[in-house]
């Protein structure tokens, strides 16, 4: 595929052009700790992650997001980027650390300042910002000294405070506002498997920070709310997750349980104000019962505006005797995860887009009411640069393959507001460090020099057309 095929769109396939709704937005996200770098500019505090990353063995070659892309100074030219690239929607995560050095007490002026500058750059260059509060980088200070971070209730209260004083900073010109991004890791990758800071191996811990995590996002909603903005939004890391054998009712029931373990215990305290009874099981199972108090339901469900879906893969289930339970998936003996057939990206995750137009139907059926958004989806492969450029076909085809899949899902009914590729730049890919390379755009880490990737100019087309 030549680069001008590329430019002009004529590299598209022989297929008929796919349109999207008239308003669909489109953009690239990405994710404060992953691609700001100045870690201690300007009175940013530490954490979790400076921390974990800081310890032997947690982190790919002891990589640290010290310096990342350095877009905390980069931040005209990235923006610049952005809008070169065709990218309506800029979907980018606050640093709590920058904002309350201390998790509670004191606003740090100039790190809500940085926001502003960055805030006022996008929609100066024409591009929406879209907000995540929560991308995994707790303040050390709210894990310290025995208050064990979000296994305490404690924790819920200072996100709230922390939302309030952003949004009152940021919110006449922000208007989507997203509390948490996935959940799911930060409890269960954060506090039961450990591969995530703060690389804690403790069950029950991780089902207090799972609860502790969506009453944040109910108050944090509230807090919100009352702040007046305009479009508030959960980001959840969803998967379909299938049996092996759809006849075989041990692996029926085991796909439930992945199901129970990934999906429903975020969606359905967010959008129905309970848990499921399956996830009540597993709280009472692992003695965390209790850290669900009376009138936290109501409070988790504060109506949300959109629901964001972060999509790679579907999950396939079978049972399996005397399987150990999967450490990030607590009540998870006696299955396992099968291989998938066909291709796999740079992750070893499997490429499947009918996960993706399945995932939004199902949503649309069990959780109807709830616009939707694709707020991350994407791939990382080993990409090389030869001079100025970089191609990187296997991403092209994943992200058309996604891309058809939504216009699926949206021709089906779902209602599919927009779609944001993972991930703008390369950055820091948490425990893989600067090994896997999502972005649409190359950072060359040496230099900081950014190349768009052929994927960046192919999605440019489709963004400007609005068709695929
Ligand atoms: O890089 C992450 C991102 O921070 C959260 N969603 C998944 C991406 C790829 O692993």
């Not at 969803?238 to 054998?245: G, I, M």
């Not at 730049?425 to 972005?439: H, P, S, V």
Request: aromatic residues 10%.
């Amino acid at each position: 595929m030549s680069i001008e095929q590329l430019v002009t769109g004529a590299a598209r396939t022989a297929a008929p052009p796919l349109a999207f709704p008239a308003g669909f937005r489109w953009g690239a996200a990405t994710a404060a700790y992953q691609i700001e770098g100045a870690a201690t500019e300007d009175g940013r505090g530490p954490s979790i992650w400076d921390t974990f990353a800081r310890r032997p063995g947690r982190v790919h070659e002891g990589h640290t997001g010290d310096v990342a892309c350095d877009h905390y100074r980069r931040y005209r030219e990235d923006v610049a980027l952005l809008a070169e690239l065709g990218m309506g929607t800029y979907r980018f995560s606050i640093a709590w650390p920058r904002v309350k050095p201390g998790g509670t007490g004191p606003v740090n002026v100039r790190g809500l300042d940085f926001y502003d500058r960055l805030v006022d750059e996008l929609l100066a260059a024409g591009v929406e910002p879209m907000v995540t509060l929560y991308h995994w980088d707790l303040p050390q200070a709210l894990e310290d000294g025995g208050r064990g971070g979000w296994a305490d209730r404690d924790t819920a209260a200072h996100f709230a405070e922390y939302a309030a004083v952003t949004a009152a900073r940021l919110g006449d010109r922000v208007g989507t506002w997203t509390t948490l991004n996935e959940p799911w890791c930060a409890a269960f990758l954060g506090y039961a498997s450990g591969d995530h800071a703060p690389g804690r191996t403790d069950v029950r811990t991780a089902f207090r920070a799972a609860h502790h995590l969506m009453l944040g996002h109910g108050l944090a909603g509230q807090a919100l709310r009352a702040a007046g903005v305009r479009e508030l939004s959960l980001t959840l890391n969803l998967a379909r997750v299938s049996s092996a054998d759809p006849a075989d009712p041990h692996d029926v029931a085991a796909a439930r349980r992945i199901d129970g373990v990934l999906n429903r215990i975020f969606l359905d305290p967010a959008l129905r104000g309970e848990y499921p009874a399956d996830m009540l099981a597993l709280f009472d199972r692992f003695g965390a019962a209790d850290v669900i108090a009376d009138g936290d339901l109501p409070v988790i469900a504060t109506p949300i505006d959109l629901l964001g879906i972060n999509y790679y893969q579907p999950v396939l289930v079978r049972a399996q005797i005397g399987a150990p339970a999967l450490p990030a998936y607590p009540g998870s003996e006696g299955l396992v995860f099968a291989p998938q057939p066909g291709p796999v990206t740079g992750m070893g995750w499997h490429v499947d887009p009918t996960g993706l137009t399945d995932l939004l139907l199902r949503l649309s059926r069990d959780y109807p009411g709830v616009p939707l958004m694709v707020t991350e989806n994407g791939a990382a492969y080993p990409d090389e640069p030869a001079g100025d450029r970089v191609a990187d076909p296997d991403r092209i085809a994943y992200l058309d393959g996604h891309l058809r899949a939504v216009h699926e899902a949206l021709s089906a009914g779902a209602d599919v507001r927009g779609y944001l590729a993972w991930s703008f730049l390369d950055n820091f890919e948490w425990a893989f460090g600067y090994d896997k390379r999502f972005g649409l755009v190359y950072i060359d880490y040496e230099t900081q020099r950014r190349i768009p990737k052929d994927s960046a100019l192919w999605y440019r087309n489709v963004t400007r057309t609005n068709t695929l």
